[in-house]
């Protein structure tokens, strides 16, 4: 039942999401989408996906598939919890690159990866990534740490 109303919350909340959109002026009358057509369209995916879930949900229901306790927790939701705390710890000391790449190593560890060497390059690949695309492109001010790893992450972003 939980599960339901949460998808009628979002739905709900979805909508007013929608309804504000359409304040979304355009100074220009010859664009027929405007700058509100980006909004709208996103918000209108998101409540057709809502919905089909929602069915799901109910035709689970109904059939009471779902006999699963849920408050019963595993050690990889811990573990990935404790991740997250240490993520935002380690970003201030270490930069966020480096913290980034203790991150995604740490999840792939505990989503079940075995292939350590792997392991390091994607994280590295995925940090150095989200790094180039937030510090350079988006110009999103990243933490760079403490002391010499200051001094390098000038050099990436």
Do not use: W
Not at 67 to 90: M, Q, R, W
Not at 109 to 122: A, P, S, T
């Amino acid at each position: 039942m939980g599960e339901v109303l949460f998808h009628i919350i979002l739905i709900v909340i979805m909508g007013l999401f929608f309804k504000e959109s359409f304040a979304i002026t355009s100074g220009r009358s010859a664009d027929p989408i405007g700058p509100a057509g980006f909004p709208q369209g996103i918000t209108i995916i998101i409540i057709v996906l809502l919905l089909i879930s929602l069915f799901n949900a109910l035709r689970k229901m109904k059939l009471n598939v779902q006999k699963e306790d849920a408050f019963k927790l595993n050690s990889t939701y811990y573990g990935i919890l404790i991740s997250i705390v240490l993520f935002i710890i380690l970003n201030e000391l270490i930069s966020f690159t480096l913290a980034s790449v203790v991150f995604c190593f740490a999840l792939f560890f505990l989503l079940g990866q075995k292939k350590y060497l792997r392991m390091l390059f994607n994280s590295i690949i995925v940090a150095v990534v989200f790094t180039f695309v937030f510090g350079n492109i988006l110009t999103v001010p990243l933490p760079r740490g403490l002391g010499v790893i200051k001094e390098l992450s000038y050099f990436l972003y």
